[in-house]
């Protein structure tokens, strides 16, 4: 269809001048932001904090309406994408699951359904364990504590075959350990397991986990990243978040983990609308609400948009797809 | 004494004019959004939340919970006066609620429920303003099974508790359990009973199943019954009013006996859903007149309202001392916490006590300008149903038609509920209970999650559902209410069985 | 045109048998063991449309139990379920719903409830066609201002309000 290679062609143009090659596009109704999570989810408080830096500083002056579709670990959301197509009036923000979830699940949508627009910024993985009643103290012990019995150390995370799970696979890959995964609801409700004592460790974002190490009932033991986190002030026990060794560093051989919150549009977005929103939350990036947020989650500021971000999502989904196919995750006809 | 002494500074802090005026436009705003289903209190909170970015973090809290109060007292009010329940927690006030203002009591019926909410609503608070240290500690000792525990206690109260056929008591809550198996399930992350439909993948929305069993069905019931909606009788009289606010003290054991109920269901994970039904049970059981529960007895709507908001008033606290929110409602004030910068935790109630203490004594004063407010609004409620059917009808069914809609947006789940709603015409004809089906699709999948959560910490052992004092208590409880009914009748011997069984065919049909 | 009671029982218990063996079919598509860590996701579904089958036929039972017994008594097959004109009542209030979930489908929901609303008074319940339009549209407009002024929840529009401007 020419008319698709058209729209193709403009929208590569529309990335290379944000705002030059089109007629201004601005929206002149309500504008719907779709939140693959429930309430008080990490996707719903990102796409709470880019609606509150947008009408703070009154980036976008029509109102913007924050809806859930939770259902399915989100899915929901991107097939109702697939519903609105063209539609530049509804955003959908997410994480990896946007490409990641069709990976193990039969859905009725792909990436094709989607247009990308940005991803704002990345939450790191930390390890967490409760010092006080597990006796482990750092990775050694961590690593000690797996090997003398396979399969009882227990280590909880959000959902089942998402980031949480996909990464314990990674530490038992790279540590040649057995692990138990225990899913639950959220990622707060293990670390209160964690906290609790119930359970031995988890895996999570840092805000999800910040106050109970305040409280010191939890304990960081590493962060899956290449590099050390930037953040040098000081949160509990004298630590700040750079104080964390890497993953890498403590031995546990797991490169960078991140998770990016990502913002998409429906497919075949008019270029112009595109263009405006890319430009828009490179703003929003910038406003101080979000910059605050980066800061409370100790999150990776880095902002991708245009090719970049269709890069990176290639190289994501590829290696994604070799993990689920090393964990036997894939679905059937793949 | 230390709590007493942040509590008023907190009452310093919540009662300036323009926190009180703030409690006034919550509690109104709550109140609509209560009244309409599928525009619950979380969709009102969220939709208020775009409002607090500007405002400093108590005020915005305190519109928030306002709104949450008036919206809890908004879902009593549709419960009693059109058997829909604004509110999931407000189910169990349909059972004697709606009959009673059947019978023309409506003014009577909703009074009732508001003093009782407001009483259960402050027991909370009070609750939280004694142990709120003590609370966040015991909160911890939380792990799946003592989740399982609370469901199970749950569960076991209700069981053996409606009359009627047991096989169509059973049909009822397994089917409740199905429908809330609909969905991705949380620990295998497969998706089940969704046959590959777009629109199923979701899961089956609890409103929805409510919407059509109570509101549609029952419209359709009082379609063919002839219109008689005895609500025509329901007389403006302040002095109902009077006179039911000062017959709530008479139902002393019931109020005490749901307050407990209810905060100690929001403590734990439970919620204010499952304590107004677990303290329906209850009362069913052990009060002098359980048996004219679900003929518009007025304990019957005194017992599921007192627990449902003491419930709901306890349940803010894990919000904020673990992080964990016990409702919706709570998980979207969390977000909003988060956003004005504030980090629910174990450590807020040291770095923030003047968020925490205004918040806690603006719930004093929430709940008592909501109780107000909503008294008022009695007279105006039972005009309503002096409209003739004809007209009332036709209304209630597009509020229950947009309600579906709202709940997700998706134009499937108005004909879900359509089809929920011949089905609860047809099961009311014969008398299968719908409690347990509500009751079952509430906890159903909280229920499992929580037991296979248990089962993979223990690997596989059913030990871990006794291994402390705490889980090994709740199920020992809990088997014991589970095994009540089998000990009265044994205790009754023969007598009571042929006289039941005779009670059972004509009571449920008039019910 | 009557349905007796005993009838509807048996009709109802086949129809949430039906349903439980559709439960039982979908779970044995997630597995249904009893694993070494708890069981499988289909378990519990799987067990659950087996109850729900094994209690509609104890309701078909007692049901022809209780029709043979009732015969021997009073020689009647038992109370009505419904006459012809209660059905009649029913379907008459019933079919304007679903005539107004898929007119919503199609045109929207605003469009549907003021057709809907005016049909059933100026039809139904038999009001003059001026009080019954009016009536109509001052609910669309209540409607319209409660959700997408007020609570800014959108409705859907459909094709011809979008045609107005009206998003």
């Known amino acids: 269809m020419p008319k698709h290679a058209l729209t193709a062609l403009a929208l590569c143009l529309g990335l290379a001048a944000p705002g030059v090659a089109f007629a201004e596009w601005k929206p002149n109704r309500p504008v719907e932001f779709v939140a693959a999570a429930g309430p008080g989810g990490g996707t719903d408080t990102f796409a709470r904090v880019v609606q509150s830096a947008l009408s703070k500083n009154e980036l976008l002056t029509t109102p913007i309406i924050v809806s859930n579709k939770a259902g399915g670990s989100g899915a929901e959301t991107f097939i109702y994408a697939k519903s609105n197509k063209g539609d530049p009036y509804k955003l959908y923000f997410g994480t990896q699951d946007a490409y990641v979830l069709p990976l193990a699940n039969k859905l009725s949508y792909g990436l094709k359904d989607l247009t990308p627009i940005a991803a704002m910024v990345f939450d790191p993985f930390i390890l967490w364990v409760n010092p006080k009643t597990s006796g482990i103290e750092d990775v050694k012990g961590f690593i000690a504590k797996a090997k003398e019995a396979p399969g009882q150390l227990k280590l909880g995370g959000a959902k089942a075959k998402e980031a949480d799970e996909t990464l314990m696979t990674l530490i038992e890959h790279a540590t040649g350990t057995d692990l138990t995964y225990i899913p639950y609801k959220s990622g707060s409700e293990a670390a209160i397991q964690v906290a609790g004592g119930h359970i031995t460790a988890n895996v999570n974002n840092p805000s999800e986990s910040v106050e109970q190490w305040k409280a010191g009932v939890q304990k960081p033991l590493c962060v899956f990243e290449s590099e050390r986190l930037a953040d040098t002030t000081v949160i509990a026990d004298g630590q700040s978040w750079h104080d964390i060794p890497t993953c890498k560093e403590a031995g546990i051989d797991v490169d960078s983990f991140a998770q990016p919150r990502t913002i998409w549009g429906a497919a075949d977005l008019p270029p112009e609308a595109l263009a405006y929103y890319t430009d828009l939350f490179t703003k929003a990036a910038a406003a101080p609400e979000f910059k605050s947020y980066q800061e409370r989650g100790a999150q990776i500021p880095r902002l991708l948009t245009g090719d970049a971000f269709k890069d990176f999502i290639k190289k994501h989904e590829a290696s994604y797809a070799e993990i689920y196919k090393r964990n036997g995750w894939l679905r059937a006809e793949q | ?511 | 045109m009557d349905i007796s009671r005993s009838t509807m029982d048996i009709a109802a218990a086949c129809a949430t048998a039906a349903v439980g063996a559709v439960v039982c079919y979908g779970a044995t598509l997630n597995g249904t063991a009893w694993g070494s860590s708890g069981p499988e996701p289909g378990y519990f579904p799987f067990y659950v449309g087996c109850l729900i089958i094994l209690g509609s036929a104890g309701t078909v039972v007692q049901t022809l139990l209780r029709r043979a017994g009732g015969r021997q008594e009073h020689g009647a097959e038992g109370e009505a379920f419904l006459d012809g004109e209660r059905l009649r009542t029913v379907v008459a209030f019933f079919l304007p719903i679903v005539a107004m979930a898929a007119i919503s489908a199609w045109l929207g929901l605003y469009i549907g409830m003021g057709l809907y609303i005016f049909y059933a008074l100026r039809v139904a319940a038999g009001f003059r066609t001026l009080p019954s339009l009016v009536s109509a549209l001052a609910v669309v407009a209540v409607n319209f201002v409660i959700f997408e002024k007020l609570f800014m929840v959108p409705l859907l529009k459909g094709p011809v309000l979008e045609a107005f401007g009206i998003y």
């Open chain 2, 1 to 511: 004494m230390g709590n007493f002494g942040q509590l008023m500074d907190g009452f310093a802090v919540a009662l300036t004019t323009h926190h009180l005026m703030i409690m006034v436009m919550g509690v109104l705003l709550g109140l609509v959004v209560g009244v309409l289903p599928g525009l619950g209190a979380p969709n009102g909170v969220s939709l208020l939340l775009p409002l607090t970015f500007t405002m400093d973090p108590i005020s915005a809290i305190i519109l928030l919970t306002s709104m949450y109060w008036g919206a809890l007292f908004g879902g009593s009010t549709t419960s009693i006066l059109f058997n829909i329940p604004g509110e999931p927690s407000s189910v169990a006030t349909t059972f004697d609620g709606y009959p009673l203002a059947k019978q023309g009591q409506a003014a009577r019926a909703l009074t009732l429920a508001f003093t009782s909410a407001g009483i259960g609503a402050l027991t909370g608070v009070l609750v939280i303003t004694l142990l709120s240290s003590w609370v966040a500690n015991f909160a911890l000792r939380f792990g799946a099974a003592e989740y399982f525990a609370v469901y199970f206690m749950a569960f076991a109260s209700f069981i053996g508790m409606s009359g009627g056929s047991p096989f169509k008591t059973l049909v009822s809550m397994m089917l409740g359990f199905a429908a809330a198996t609909v969905g991705i399930d949380t620990i295998s992350g497969e998706s089940r009973l969704t046959f590959e439909l777009d629109e199923l993948i979701g899961g089956i929305s609890f409103l929805i199943a409510v919407i059509g069993l109570f509101g549609l069905g029952e419209l359709l019931l009082t379609m063919e019954e002839g219109l008689k909606f005895e609500g025509v009788k329901a007389r403006l009289d302040i002095r109902v009013i009077a006179r039911a606010v000062a017959e709530v003290p008479r139902y002393w054991a019931t109020l005490i006996r749901s307050a407990l109920i209810g905060c100690w269901m929001g403590i734990t994970p439970g919620g204010p859903t499952a304590a107004s039904f677990m303290s329906y049970a209850l009362g069913r059981r052990f009060s002098r007149r359980g048996r004219f529960f679900g003929k518009g007895e007025p304990e019957g709507i005194v017992a599921p309202e007192t627990a449902d908001h003491s419930a709901g008033s306890c349940a803010l606290l894990p919000m904020l001392a673990l992080g964990i929110p016990g409702s919706a409602t709570a998980a979207v004030m969390m977000g909003g916490l988060m956003i004005w910068g504030l980090s629910p935790g174990p450590m807020l109630f040291s770095t923030r006590p003047d968020f925490v203490w205004g918040l806690i004594a603006s719930m004093y004063m929430g709940n008592v300008i909501a109780v107000v407010l909503v008294l008022a609004t009695v007279p105006l409620f039972a005009f309503i149903l002096r409209a003739p059917f004809t007209v009332v009808g036709p209304l209630i069914t597009v509020v229950c038609v947009i309600g579906a809609y709202t709940v997700a947006n998706h134009m499937f789940d108005v004909w879900l509920a359509l089809g929920f709603g011949i089905v609860g015409y047809v099961f009311k004809k014969l008398d299968y209970p719908l409690a347990p089906f509500v009751l079952a699709m509430v906890l159903g999948d909280k229920a499992e999650d929580a037991f296979r959560q248990a089962m993979l910490t223990s690997d596989g052992s059913p030990a871990i559902f006794f291994s402390n004092g705490l889980v090994a208590t709740m199920m020992g409880l809990g088997l014991l209410l589970l095994s009540l009914p089998v000990l009265s009748l044994l205790l009754k011997g023969g007598r009571a069985a042929p006289k039941n069984d005779a009670a059972a065919t004509p009571e449920g049909r008039s019910a």
